[in-house]
């Protein structure tokens, strides 16, 4: 069964931290592993992976794919409070590679 | 683009009754994702369409809950009758391939 496992399940940091999220995962036919960030409301997109040892980047935040390891972590430097939210990691399983399997997510609180 | 849209936004009712939920997808995107998020179980996909074809139903948890998409712009997420443990947020989800798109939840309470 395709699984993908979160850790921690929750953090709290200062602003200022650099923090490091987890994701592993066992799928029989991996497609991409992908990261958004949910805060109130609907989960936003921020990196899908696909191949191992490139690093995404978008400001603070940057990922990495370990195929080998079947992992991938997310980090944040500089956290800010605007950073507290739950992040998924999910992977892309189904045929046509938008069906999504869900971790449960990390709950990162951020405090001033 | 409003966005994939989902009604009601909050709903609470009591064990027994039938609750429907109801999503709009994003105009052009073939596949539609109904997903059930809740703390113990993190988001799970129960459904997916594509096309308006139902593809993939085995994350659906029992014949109480049953969705519908009878056309591209239109699906429904239906459980009859609903129990308590049914209290989630229901996401509406979708996509073109390789982009995912979600709404912004129903969150139902089941009493």
């Known amino acids: 069964e395709d699984k993908v496992v979160q850790s921690p399940l929750s953090l709290v940091v200062h602003e200022g931290d650099t923090v490091t999220l987890n994701c592993s995962y066992e799928?029989?036919?991996?497609?991409?592993l992908l990261w958004y960030k949910q805060e109130k409301k609907a989960p936003t997109f921020l990196f899908m992976l696909?191949?191992?040892?490139i690093e995404k980047k978008s400001g603070r935040l940057s990922s990495i794919l370990d195929k080998k390891e079947l992992s991938s972590i997310l980090n944040i430097t500089a956290t800010q409070t605007g950073d507290s939210a739950i992040y998924l990691c999910?992977?892309?399983?189904?045929?046509?590679?938008?069906?999504?399997?869900f971790g449960k997510g990390t709950t990162l609180s951020v405090s001033s | 683009d409003a966005g994939v849209i989902q009604s009601p936004r909050h709903e609470v009712t009591e064990m027994g009754q039938e609750v429907t939920l109801r999503c709009k997808p994003i105009?052009?995107?073939?596949?539609l994702f109904w997903y059930r998020q809740t703390m113990m179980r993190g988001l799970e996909l129960l459904i997916y369409?594509?096309?308006?074809?139902?593809?993939?139903d085995s994350g659906m948890p029992e014949d109480r809950f049953s969705a519908k998409m009878p056309n591209a712009s239109f699906s429904t997420l239906k459980i009859q009758p609903s129990e308590p443990r049914d209290s989630a947020v229901y996401f509406c989800?979708?996509?073109?391939?390789?982009?995912?798109?979600f709404g912004e939840g129903s969150r139902l309470t089941v009493l």
């Open positions: 999910a992977l892309k399983v189904n045929q046509a590679g938008t069906a999504l399997i």
């Open positions: 799928v029989t036919n991996f497609r991409s």
């Open positions: 696909t191949s191992s040892g």
């Open positions: 105009s052009g995107h073939d596949y």
């Open positions: 369409f594509n096309n308006n074809v139902p593809i993939d």
């Open positions: 989800a979708s996509a073109v391939p390789g982009e995912l798109f």
